[in-house]
């Protein structure tokens, strides 16, 4: 090595002398001595390398890759960003947004000691689902009501508790796969409930069932399709008839609603989806739907209806393992408590308001922003604006789609360059995540509202992703 090279090894300043520097020693109150030191190490070893091969140093490099470091360490690996894909609950970001009301209950419930399972009238203790129980009754019409984990959990739940060694009574045509791990007959292996299946994948009628159902039926089971539809040649039980049918024999019917919705989505220029008071009043013995689905609110899965079949539910010991804590349940009160104002959920519920969001005025946003994009993509890539279609996600009326505008990014380089424009947009301060489509990124722009932000975030935008 040259003589050079090992004297600025041996000039390259000790940890312990860097944890010295005043500037070091405020990283080290903010990140911790322990962390810091860390840094320090990595930071020299990686010079000591440099420094072989013939670089030179400055103390005040030194502390800048340290910075670097410690802030790389400390970044979140959630990360908030743009959902530009045109799904507006889309599970792997997030689905549903909470409205502000939810946020501020959940972030006061998050700071303080709240009354979870005490009862301020007579000082004993009381249950956590009592402040969500009264308000999911009056917007369903129900009976009764639980909180759970998620509806996976509130499926397994009423499953296990229903039918555990027994028939769980189920059409074929609704064993369904939502994705990840749930499928219905694996669900029901591990709630210990015997599948039963009945009808044909595309046709199932009333005496199927009236078949099938004997002294060893805990339940019978309705699943909404929620994504996919059978079209053509095809017949299913209606509720009603089957809560006839349910009667007539004594077993509880239960109907998996999936996204589930308090309102009539009509109200908002979607089709009609049965709304959970529907499907209640429909003469299920119990409906599961999801929090953050279309109801909007944070995950969360509720069980609600006949009173008897709800406290025992809540005496199923499995219960406690699905139950869920007081930070979502404060966001489950804040963000039921806005459909009893129906008229203004599309203001209040970011959910609503990004389905009911017009076509027209999306598309004046991406006349808006054109030129901002025009500008940092320079003549590498064509700009334009293009009608596409939005979905609601979530296994929420799968076929439905809600037309939208969107800027299309066409780079002109071709092979893998829409790849590479892609992941550069992933790669801004505030990822943007679109969809890729006939080589060009096609931005959404149905759930972006904070157009300022957006424009900022545009401006670290360098070909290739370099930051
Ligand atoms: C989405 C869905 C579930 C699972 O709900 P999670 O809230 O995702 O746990 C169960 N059943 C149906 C029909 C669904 O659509």
Known sequence: MAEAALSRLRNLPSVDRMLHRPDIAVLAEKHGRLETTQAIRETLAALREELRSGADFDEDMIVASVLFRLAVRANTRLQPLFNLTGTVLHTNLGRAILAEEAVEAATAAMRQAVSLEFDLANGKRGERDDHVR?????????????????????????????????????????????GGAFRMPEIMARAGARLREIGTTNRTHARDYADALGPETGVILKVHTSNYRIEGFAAEVRARDLAKIA???????????????????????LRKEPTVREAAEEGADLVTFSGD??????????????????????????????????VRIAACEATLKLYRDPDRLAEKLPTMRLL??????????AERLMPALVDA???GAAVEIVACQSQIGSGALPLDTIPSFGLSLKPKGGGRAVEEL??????????????????????DLRCLEDEALFRQNLSFYRPGGAR
């Not at 109801?295 to 869920?324: E, H, S, T």
């Open 356 to 365: 009911a969001r017009p076509a027209e005025e999306v598309r004046r946003q």
């Open 293 to 326: 689905k279309l109801l909007g609110g944070p995950q969360a899965g509720f069980i609600v209806g006949r009173k008897d079949l709800i406290a025992a539910i809540n005496r199923n010991p499995m219960k406690r393992a699905l139950r869920v804590d007081k």
């Open 134 to 178: 009264a308000l999911v009754c009056e917007l369903t019409g129900a009976e009764d009501a639980t909180l759970v984990n998620n509806n996976a959990a509130a499926v397994l739940l009423v499953l296990n508790t229903l039918s555990q060694g027994r028939e769980a009574v189920v059409s074929r045509g609704e064993l369904i796969e939502i």
């Open 377 to 379: 993509l320079g003549p």
């Open 422 to 443: 892609s992941a550069a947009f992933r790669g801004l301060p505030r990822p943007v995540i679109g969809r890729v489509a006939e080589g060009a990124l096609i931005l």
């Open 247 to 269: 009667r007539q024999h004594d077993v509880p019917l239960v109907n998996d609603l999936g996204s589930g919705t308090l309102v009539d989505l009509s109200r908002f220029g």
